[in-house]
């Protein structure tokens, strides 16, 4: 990209110095340049987590209009055994078009593990109760993690409805 630099960055003299954007790039890490390039990142080598099959965990992420309902989706998920853990992340601020307008609204973000086996389920469960006419229910495969957290998931999951 010729003519692009990158921001000043400080070398050892504190003199700035201005770094082509490549060589910005080669500070990133892999697993974000693999992202960027399509191609998967590199898998870990350690026997302890070669049991794990890449997507078979997901993260489905669902937004609510307040804290209440947050909670009582959230709790009726891991009771039916949907999920494992959800995670409210309260104060979110979401914009979006609805019904050819701009809307502003302060939500909270659940963020829910799950067997990616379960999130039609899941899906439909949080359909069936979520006050929105049209719930977000997005979900997206954990290609990697820590091992005994996946298994956990699995394990805790087993026995759905």
Not at 18 to 27: D, Q, R, T, Y
Not at 119 to 130: G, W
Request: hydrophobic share 45%; with cysteine; aromatic share 6%.
């Amino acid at each position: 990209m010729r003519g692009v630099r990158a921001p000043a960055v400080l070398l050892g003299g504190g003199m700035p110095a201005l770094l082509p954007v490549a060589s910005c790039l080669l500070l990133l890490p892999r697993a974000l340049l693999s992202m960027a390039s399509g191609s998967p990142p590199p898998q870990p080598s350690t026997a302890s987590d070669s049991s794990y099959v890449p997507g078979s965990v997901s993260a489905a992420f669902v937004t609510c209009p307040n804290e209440k309902v947050a909670k009582e989706i959230a709790r009726a998920v891991v009771e039916k055994r949907l999920a494992a853990c959800v995670n409210l992340i309260p104060q979110i601020t979401s914009i979006y078009e609805w019904k050819g307008k701009i809307e502003e609204d302060s939500e909270v973000l659940m963020m829910i593990k799950t067997r990616s086996s379960l999130v039609p389920a899941l899906t439909d469960f949080v359909r069936s109760v979520h006050p929105y006419e049209v719930a977000e229910v997005i979900a997206l495969p954990v290609e990697q993690g820590n091992s005994p957290y996946l298994h956990w998931v699995h394990q805790v999951t087993e026995s759905s409805f």
